[in-house]
């Protein structure tokens, strides 16, 4: 099973109200990631999540909050989100692992799966 | 850091036909190189990938290939049929050691747009 599940599919917000998405695998892996994606564009990575840790913080703004509960939930709280804010919000698992990631060179590969993402639109 | 350059950014070819996509990466560091297919509306998908102690891979009709020393790799699909018309994207992963280790640098993105 190489399923990533995300929810809600779709999101409409105001620029004042708090809401969250949520994220979640059962595939083993022990490093997370939260990305934005805007049309025709790349993924642009937000946050990386190692073994519920928080290890990677791409300089994103504060109205963005991760939160990683336990090995297979990855949320992302959101407030006070601005209309620019709007995308499509890609979670992602890999077994790979900052923690001792060099010394288990079959997980290099760094293999991530993606979810089916959550379109945000803010309003 | 890694910069990743994907050449072309729109790409149109007649079903039969091969399509070819182009990347190079700057950091010598990088050992793991991915491609991701993406439909219109769908998640990102990793079709094939490389490893930098291999220089070709092929799986059916896809193909990458990687030339290490001159820093770049390519994406070889034959016979094209409509339902490989997506945007593609590759990727290049720094190799352990780095703070960077694990992050997933894409290029731009290729629209492929199979006609029948």
């Known amino acids: 099973d190489t399923e990533v599940t995300q929810t809600p599919k779709h999101l409409v917000m105001g620029m004042t109200n708090k809401k969250s998405l949520k994220c979640e695998q059962h595939m083993g892996h022990r490093a997370m990631y939260w990305y934005k994606q805007k049309a025709k564009k790349p993924p642009e990575l937000m946050f990386v999540?190692?073994?519920?840790?928080?290890?990677i913080n791409e300089s994103v703004p504060s109205r963005f909050s991760p939160e990683c509960p336990n090995s297979s939930l990855l949320n992302l709280h959101l407030h006070a989100l601005q209309p620019e804010d709007s995308a499509l919000y890609l979670c992602?698992?890999?077994?790979?692992?900052?923690?001792?990631?060099?010394?288990?060179?079959?997980?290099?590969?760094?293999?991530?799966?993606f979810g089916a993402g959550t379109r945000l639109s803010v309003l | 850091g890694e910069n990743v350059e994907q050449h072309p950014s729109t790409l149109s070819v007649q079903e039969g036909d091969s399509a070819v996509i182009k990347c190079t990466y700057s950091d010598s560091a990088s050992n793991y190189f991915p491609w991701y297919k993406q439909e219109l509306g769908k998640r990102p998908q990793l079709i094939i990938d490389?490893?930098?102690?291999?220089g070709e891979k092929k799986d059916q009709r896809i193909a990458v290939t990687l030339n290490k020393t001159a820093k770049h790799f390519s994406l070889h699909i034959t016979e094209t049929q409509p339902e490989d018309s997506a945007v593609y994207f590759c990727a290049a992963v720094p190799n352990a050691g780095g703070t960077s280790y694990g992050k997933l640098t894409f290029g731009q993105g290729t629209i492929l747009t199979v006609h029948p």
């Open positions: 999540y190692s073994y519920e840790k928080l290890s």
């Open positions: 992602a698992s890999s077994h790979f692992s900052l923690r001792g990631g060099a010394a288990r060179p079959e997980l290099a590969k760094n293999i991530q799966y």
């Open positions: 490389i490893r930098s102690n291999v």
